[in-house]
Every structure is written in structure tokens, then in C-alpha cells.
């Protein structure tokens, strides 16, 4: 982590190798006296150049590609691939496919929630919540794998439709897992709203206003805690959200401790919605044919990753493969947010805020160099959090 | 109970040194099968301490650049001295105490404040980062506890009327059981030992995903080794203070075994129970609740004596 | 509002350039654009608080030369950026490009600040150059990386991997 | 150690060469690198240590510091910004360590092979001892690499 010490650069240096899990990353703030002035990030410890490999793999190929970009949300990134390349060669998969690919979405949306919830509490130091809601996840780990064969990356979808078929069987055993699910739902949700060590971590640390998430174009549930109701799945439906629309779930407060909330509430969702598909699944055949060279074309395809809007953008040209396509993943989004909503705070919030907009950032320790005009000093992270305690004495 | 054997043995094997290192690292196992059944995993086996010892006393020692190397290997072997010095004075396994005179309790917990003083000043002697933010942590985190939990222990020791640990581990064996008569200054005494052994809640100086491993960080080979033995150790003369002052003194191994367990048992489900608290969440709980609730304990017993005197 | 009131505030909005504009499918609004008229267009849906910019994707069109029937005379290189504004269901794309020669676009940094990661991500990977944008260190590519090389345009044909190291 | 005449190893030497297997053996330190990957197998590794899997009774740590650990799991394609983090951080680490690489993008760059910023597997970098095919591999596949392991150190 060598410190690149420049005039007026305030550097962070988050670690690459981190003992929990997290994708390294790389602040920089430039500080006058308090006051932050500019602040940004840096990643590229995670670049694997994708979208320039996506240039030279054909449509088919490209699927396998992209749905390894994140390990956590891979059906999302799929189904946002698949259903732009519908859009280029305007066939629509068949309403089973689509209730299917919705059916899947909302198993990951499970497991993406209870994995955050583990790993926060981890973060915070709560082993117990940690290793109770990882356990707990193993069962939504083995419906998926009972549906696709695989735990993560369960490349359910095809170009045109799903591979995967829920017979009444398999839809038996979801109902029973989602039951057991919205039990422990009920724990966790009594835990997170009156243990008092975990409120002392989580109330008022990162909040964020109403009118600060809309001016920073904050997305998924870091937006939703600051009461935006912006929700891809209610705004433009896709899939087969039209026929199963969802409840957009808002929270006041803007800072972790109503984020734990919309997250858990949107679990109480998701089981919902995983029940209706499950009882009002349409018959019919799995797949239609799409053609291998996508005629020339753009698309647009915009969904709801568990960490908020996933936007792709394809551009065919005629050929077997794709002349571009640009991926927008939501956490650049969130980090985007982050940056400028750190404008204007005081360097003594700043632990409190990057520990709270999304725990998966606080990662380890941060050393921190400050640049007064004058001398530069480095301070810990542990300073940099006395300074901080010491200034609101 | 009281054996007599030639202080030479008792130093080096029976309730001294190669016991009390056994005795550390069979606690340490319930410890951490205890806290794995809570968090309904299986845990390790019944070998895995002595295994973890021996595979690191076997490792290659990396001294770092950029630090005092005399103080690099001197401090571990200084942390575990304190310790094993400090059993000599507290009635180990239900024996008499090897040695004891007046004022030994604070000598012991002199000793035992000596072992956290050297793994803070082992953080500040590198210069990695991560270590050095541990060193700070531990020394804030020692000055925090160390007050509560001597008031905690004061207690017993102004009704027995004695410094002495075995006399008021006698004074404990004849009368009702103290935890009774003073329970605030119990439950301060078990909180204060789990801030002592940097137990969960109270991790912060080596929490793993925030500073690395704090003070110990740079640690690799026979120095953390014998830091490891070292906290072993003053878990088991923590455990067995606390027991003799409050849990109604100690008689023979088997009330001691039965005792030590049951607070082991406590022990381990607090530490299942609560998050990590943050360093100044800690100072601040410490200096507002544990300090004030272990005067207002002294001060109930000394005007308890004093109304005892005068009927 | 749904989609069709959507587009419909934005084809009011910016009446100013109907004539680039076209609704590929029912929920698109494409406007193309002069590098000049970005900033003013970009403050005109802030103002009436349209959306959100959700993405600025950066596409190259690598020069052609004349067709050898002489039909399409030879195109200079050029780098296409096209901002993606959502609202609700609704998605307006304003396309601006600029030459290879002087691929100067106005940066937007000043009316919404978040852009700047993508303005970043746009300036490192085509080389794209946005006039007045406060950051332009490397987002995602490493700090060994060869200057002058954008690994998204088309001329780009991968880098010759250093040696290995040991 | 110089060796100066090669006699046959006193008993002596060989229990405590036996001794000191056997607690390698026993508790292997482990501690985890994500060099670039896209967590599918970092989570998978993280499954380990929850209650259904729990590598604790194999006396398998995840320890933070390099310094304490013997074993480097490692995964992702190492991309160009994380070759050089990587190689210090296998230098940081005491003497007897081991590497093993998780995923096919530890053992080739999997389906990322043949981009730009990425230099294909793990062993282009450093030496791995362990390959656990899979992408991800089961939390179950990761015990049985790490097991695979262990029997290489017992010989």
C-alpha cells in the first residue's frame, strides 16, 4: 500500500488483501482544514476487461462471460444480457421462461440479502449473526442448487428462454425452504431492530438525506432507506414483473440501521413473490429460437440487481459478435454517491460514513494521510476516529 | 488442602509451570468448542491448542526491519514470565498457594496487567500500521478495565479484612458465598475479565476485520507463540480469581474443576452473545457503568461493616 | 407517468434539437447532439428534474476508408458518447461524438457531480477527452499502463504480457 | 543448517521431525487472497467456515495477518494491479507455506483468459502447490483440496 503523497491529496489506501472478503478499493480526499472538498475512488485490482473481451466472443459465449462478473448477483447479469438480446432480435421468450428467470431472480435476491446481513454483522463483529445467517442461507444455497444444478453462477438462462424446468416436486420443496426462511426472517428482524450493542453500530452512523439520494442518483437499497421509491421491478417491469408486481419497500431514516430494515423487508417480499410464481406458474414451452446472427441494432436493458439498477447497453452489427457492450454494475453507482455526498461533510464523520453506506467497504484498516496546506501527517485509521471523538466533545 | 513438595518441583511441574501450560490450553479448548456449540458449529478437537503451539514454535521467526530485534524477542518471553509468575500467588488448582504474603492480590494483578502492557508495547515496537493501531487500542482498552476490576476484587478483600488471596480464599470458604452478598461486584469482576482476556465484546484491539490482528500483527513463529501460552495462562489465574473471591473459595481440584467451568460457561456465552464493541463504546461503558457500579458496591460493604461493627 | 407522458416531457423539454431526434423503440428517446449544446440540454433536465443519469457509454467508430465503388467517401475516425438519462420506464440517450482529432466534449461534472467516475472510465478506456472534468487519474486500469494505449477502442489488440515473474 | 557428515538421523531427530508434521498437520493457518475474482468462490470459501461446513474441526483458521499463516487460498485471475500485492504478500508469509489456487480462474484466468489485464492463473506468479477445479468449487471440494493437502505433508 505505498502512499503516493501529493499536495492537497488526502490519501486513504484501502488494502487489496483483506481479511474478510471484500473487493479492494482506494480513497482519496482532498482536504481544506475540515471541510472535504473532493473526494474519489479508485479501483482496478478487480478489472478483468470484460467488456473488451466481450468483442471478440460470440453471442453465446458472451453469456458465460458476463454472468461471472459478480459471483453473487450472476443470474441478474444473465438475465439483463439475455433479455438485451431478445431486444436485438425482437423475439420474447415464452411466459414460462419468464416466470422462471423471475423465480430464480428472487431465490438470488434472497441469498444476496441474507449474504450482505451475514457479512455486515461480521463486519461489525457479530461472529454469531454471522455464522446464523449464513447457515440459514444454505437452504436458499440448496433450492437454487436443486433447480440448477450449481450453487452459485447457476447459468439458468439461454438465449431465448431457461434450461430449467420446476416440476410440482421442486416447487414443494422451495414452499417448505421459504417457509422455514420467513421464520428465521422474523429473528433476524427482532435482532436488528432492539439488540442494543448492534443499534449502537448501525443507528444515525451514514445517514443520508431524501434530497441528497435524489441529487446523487443513488440506486437499490441504499436509495430506498433514504425513502426514494426507485425500484426497476415496479419502475419498468421486466420478466415477469407486469404479472406479478411488487411492493416497493421505502424506510425514513437513511442511515445502516434503516437499510438492515428495507433489506429484510425486502426479503418478506421476495418470499411473497416466490410463493405467487410458484402458485400461478404459466404452461408452456421452455425456449424459441433466436437466430445466431443478431441483426444490426442497439438495446437498452435496465434490471434490479440486489445492490440496486444494473444498466446494459448492447450494440449489434450483423455479425456472431457483439460490437459493444457496456455493463453498468450498481456498486459503481453507490460509490459514485458516496463520493460526492462526502463533499462538504467534515473529516471527522468520514469513518462513520464509509463504514455505513455499505458495509462490504469498510474493509481493513484504513491509514490515513492528511495534507494540510502546511505538513502532511499520516495518521491511523484509530486517529483519524479519536480526531473525531475528540472534535464533537 | 495442602501438599508439600519441594518448591523446585512446584515451580517447574505440578501447579506451576508445564501444569498450568496444560491446564491454559485445555481451557482454551472448552473456550472455543464452547463458543462453536453456540454458534451450533461442531469446534475444534480436543488437540487443537496443543497442535496450534507446537506447529508455531516449529515456524520460521521473521524479525522485521525497522525494529528494535532485542525488544522484538525479549517482550514475548517477558509477557509469559509475568504470567507464570503471577499463578505462584493465587491457590491453583485447590491447593494452597505456593507463596503468599500480605498484599500479594496486588501484586498479581500487577503481574497480569504486565502481560497486555507488553503485547501493546510489541504493537508499538514495529511499524507496520495495523500494529501499531493495536497497541493503542490495547493500552486504552487497559487503562479502562484495570480500575473497575481492582474495586471489583476490593470487595472480598475488605470483608475477609485481608490482602492476602489465600486468606481471603479461607474467608471465602467459611462464610456465604460472596456473590450473594455482593453481586453488582461479581458481575463487574466477570465483565473486567472478559475486557483483562480481550474477550468478544471487547476484541477491538485485535478485531480481525478492522485492524488486521492489532498488536500482534507482525507476530509469526515462537514470539506469538508464547504470546498465545501467555493470555492461556491468564485465562486460567483470571478464572481462578474471580472463583476464589466470589464462588465460595476453593477447597479441592474438584470444586475447582466444577467452578472454573461453570464461569468458563458464562464466559463463553457472553461472548456469543454481543457484537464488537467499538474502542471508545468500550472506554465509555467501562468508565461510566463499571467504575461508578463498583463504588457504589465498596461503599455498600464498608458501610455494611461499619453498621456490622456497631450492633 | 408512464412511458408515453415520459417521452413526451422530454421531446417538450428539449424542442430546441427536434431535428436529431427519433424513438428507436416505445420506451427510447435518442437526441443527437453538437458537443456545444450538452451543457445546456443536461441543465434543462436537471432543472425539471428528469431522471437520473444512469450511464455514459462510450462507443468508437474506427475510420473507413472510401468504399473501393466509391460510394461512402472515407470517414475519419470518430468516438461517440451517448448519456443515458432514466426515468421511470422512459430512457433518453443523448448521443454527442467527436472527431479523433479533437475529441473534446464538454465534461457535465459541474451540474451533476456523481458523473465523474464515468467520465473517468470514458477518458481511460477511448481515450475520450472531457474538457473541464475535475479527475482524470485511471478508474480501473493499473498505474503501470502504458499511456496513450485505450484498450476499448478497436485498434487495440491486447498488450504483450510482461515475463513471467519468477 | 550445514551438514557435515551424513550419518543416519539420531531417534531423536525423527520424533521430533514426526512431532512437528503432525502439528503442521493439524493446524494449518489459513488466509485468503482475492486477486481479482468475482467473489463466486471467495463466498464459497467463506461457506467453509459457517456451521453446515466448518473447517474449524480440521483446525483450519482464517487468520488475517500473513505473518500468522501457513496457507494462502487464492483466488481470481490475477489481474495486472493485484500481481505485485499478491507476490508481497506470499513473501510476508513464514517459511513453511503453501498455496493453494481455488477456481479455474486461480488455475487459468478461466473464462476471463486472454484479456488484457489479466495474467492468466495463479501459478504465473507464484508456486501453487493445491488446484481445486470449479467454478465455484463446492465448499466441500475446497475441504477435500485442502485435505489433498495435508496427505502431500504427511509424506
Redesign the interface.
Known sequence: MEAKVSPQKFIVPIG??????K??GHFEFTVEGEIIT?A??????????????TE?RNWVQNL??LE?????C?HIHATAYVLGVE?LANVTAPPRAQAIRTLVCELERIHSHM?WLGVA?????????F??S??D??TV?DLLEGLSGN???YSVNVLGGVKIDVDEKQAATIRKGIDFLEGRTQYYMKVVTT?E??L??TRNVGTMTYDQA?A??AVGPTARASGIARDVRA???YVAYPDFPIKVITERGGDLAARFVVRINELYESYRLVREILDKLPVGELTTRVPRRIPEN?A?S?VEAPRG?L?Y?L?SNGTEKPE?I?V?TPS??N???V??FA?GLKLADMPMILAGIDPCF?C??R?VIINRKSQSQEW???DL??YG?KYYR | MNISISPLIALLFFPGGIFLLGSGLVYEYIDRKLVAQFQNRVGPRWFQPLADIIKLLAKEEITLAGVNPQLFVALPVVALAAALTAALYVPMFGFQAMFSFRGDLVVTLYLLSMMTLCSGLAGANSVDRFSIIGATRTLTQLFSYEAPFLLALLGPAIVAGTWQISDINTYAMSHTWLILTQPIGFIVAVIGLMGKLELPPFDAPEAETEIVSGALTEYSGRGLALFRIGKDVELVIGLTLVVAFYLGGLGNPLVFLLKTLVLRLVTAGLQSLFARLRIDQTVGMWWRIGALVALVQLLAVIIGLFIGKII | MDITEAIQTAQDLLNLWTSGMSTPDLSRLDVVLAPKDLKPAVRILQKAHWGYLSAITGLDHPPLPASPDGKQPAKDGSLEMLYHFCEGAAILTLRVSAPYARPAIPSICDILPYATLYEREAIEMFGATFRGTPNTEHFVLPEDWPSGVYPLRKSFTGLNKPQKAN | MTQTTITAPSTWQTVFDQVKTWARINSPWAIHFNSGSCNGCDIEILATLTPRYDIERFGIKLQGSPRHADVLICTGPVTRQARDRLLRTYEQMPDPKFVIAVGSCAISGGVFHGSYNIMGGISEVIPVNVFIPGCPPRPEAIIYGVVQLLQALKK
Not at chain 1, 454483522?121 to 449473526?129: K, N, P, V
Open positions: 487489496p488483501q483483506h481479511p474478510a472478503l473487493e479492494p473532493g474519489t475512488v479508485r479501483l482496478g485490482y478487480v478489472h478483468r476487461g470484460i467488456e473488451k473481451s471478440d458465460y462471460l461471472r462478473i459478480c459471483g453473487i450472476s431486444a449474504l454483522a461480521h463486519e461489525g463483529g457479530f461472529d454469531t449473526l455464522m446464523y449464513w447457515r442461507r444454505e444455497m450453487r452459485v453462477n439488540d450493542t448492534f449502537g453500530r435524489d446523487l442518483a419502475d419498468a417491469p442497439e437498452i435496465r439498477e444498466f447497453y450494440k459493444r457496456k453498468r459503481i453507482c460509490w459514485a454517491t463520493m460526492n463533499i469498510s481493513s484498516d491509514a491511523s485509521w484509530e476516529r479519536q471523538i
